[in-house]
Structure formats: structure tokens, C-alpha cells
């Protein structure tokens, strides 16, 4: 493959929160390259911190905080129909001046899920099985995430 350090980019499309492009002429480790720090320069919501109050379940709360933080947060705007860019709105919680967390920097969510309470209302033949609880029992405390 000729020149795989002087790839060719064909830009396509360019709008505020979203670039089309070809890469052509180079190998695959330039691609790989390239989308590692698209992916890093993105600003994204991420659950970093879980304070348990109680956890009844068989799970250790270390396997329950890190099964969170993979789940992808959306930040929307208000004034938009689709998720758009959480920057103007949040800053990374060791840029904000705020001595724990702020409004500014941190969206708090709330899991709280009985398994008696939510139980009652599965059909016979499900209440034997285990309760499978997905991220739309999460309740936030910023309604645009």
C-alpha cells in the first residue's frame, strides 16, 4: 500500500456536530488511529462515582457501579429534538470550581427498585423469574438527561 503515512481525506459533509469523510490511501492502524481520538475529543456523560445505600441483591456493589458507568448517557436540549452536545452545559468535574458537585458538573441518578414492589405487577408465569432491571429505572435529577 503506497503512502500509508500520507493518507488521503475526502471531506463529504461538514454540519455542527457531524463531519462525512473517505480515508483512503493508508492501512488500517491510521483508521483506528484516527477514530481512538475522535473518540477521546467528544465531551460524553459516563457515571463515575455510586454511593449505595442499600444492595440487597447477590451482586457486590463494585460489579453494580462498573456495570453502570458502560451505560451511554444522552444528554438533550431543551430546545432540541435530538441529543445534541452536553459541552455548554456540563464542565468536566476537575474544571468546575465547586468544592464536591454541582449542577454544573453532575447529573445525580436514582436506582431504586423492590423486587416485592415490582414483582406484583409481572404476570404468574413471570414472577418466578429473576427481575431484570435496564436503565429506564434510573431517574435523574437534570431533565434534559
Same mark, same amino acid.
Given at each position: 500500500?503506497?503512502?500509508? *503515512?500520507?493518507?488521503?481525506? $475526502?471531506?463529504?459533509?461538514?454540519?455542527?456536530? $457531524?463531519?462525512?469523510?473517505?480515508?483512503? %490511501?493508508?492501512?488500517?492502524?491510521?483508521?483506528?488511529?484516527?477514530?481512538?481520538?475522535?473518540?477521546? @475529543?467528544?465531551?460524553?456523560?459516563?457515571?463515575?462515582?455510586?454511593?449505595?445505600?442499600?444492595?440487597?441483591?447477590?451482586?457486590?456493589?463494585?460489579?453494580?457501579?462498573? *456495570?453502570?458507568?458502560?451505560?451511554?448517557?444522552?444528554?438533550?436540549?431543551?430546545?432540541?429534538?435530538?441529543?445534541?452536545?452536553?459541552?455548554?452545559?456540563?464542565?468536566?468535574?476537575? $474544571?468546575?470550581?465547586?468544592? $464536591?458537585?454541582?449542577?454544573?458538573?453532575?447529573? %445525580?441518578?436514582?436506582?431504586?427498585?423492590?423486587?416485592?414492589?415490582?414483582?406484583?405487577?409481572?404476570? @404468574?408465569? @413471570? *414472577?418466578?423469574?429473576?427481575?431484570?432491571?435496564?436503565?429506564?429505572?434510573? *431517574?435523574?435529577?437534570? @431533565?434534559?438527561?
Amino acid at each position: 500500500m503506497p503512502h500509508q *503515512r500520507f493518507p488521503k481525506i $475526502e471531506i463529504i459533509s461538514i454540519a455542527p456536530h $457531524e463531519i462525512k469523510f473517505i480515508l483512503s %490511501e493508508t492501512d488500517v492502524s491510521m483508521a483506528n488511529t484516527i477514530r481512538r481520538i475522535m473518540i477521546a @475529543e467528544v465531551p460524553t456523560l459516563a457515571i463515575d462515582l455510586a454511593d449505595f445505600h442499600e444492595n440487597t441483591t447477590v451482586l457486590n456493589d463494585e460489579y453494580i457501579a462498573h *456495570r453502570l458507568g458502560l451505560i451511554p448517557i444522552r444528554y438533550q436540549a431543551p430546545d432540541s429534538l435530538r441529543g445534541g452536545d452536553c459541552h455548554p452545559t456540563f464542565l468536566p468535574n476537575r $474544571e468546575c470550581t465547586c468544592q $464536591e458537585r454541582c449542577p454544573r458538573c453532575s447529573v %445525580e441518578f436514582d436506582l431504586d427498585v423492590d423486587f416485592d414492589r415490582e414483582n406484583v405487577t409481572r404476570t @404468574e408465569s @413471570e *414472577r418466578v423469574l429473576p427481575l431484570t432491571i435496564t436503565s429506564t429505572y434510573l *431517574r435523574s435529577n437534570n @431533565e434534559c438527561v
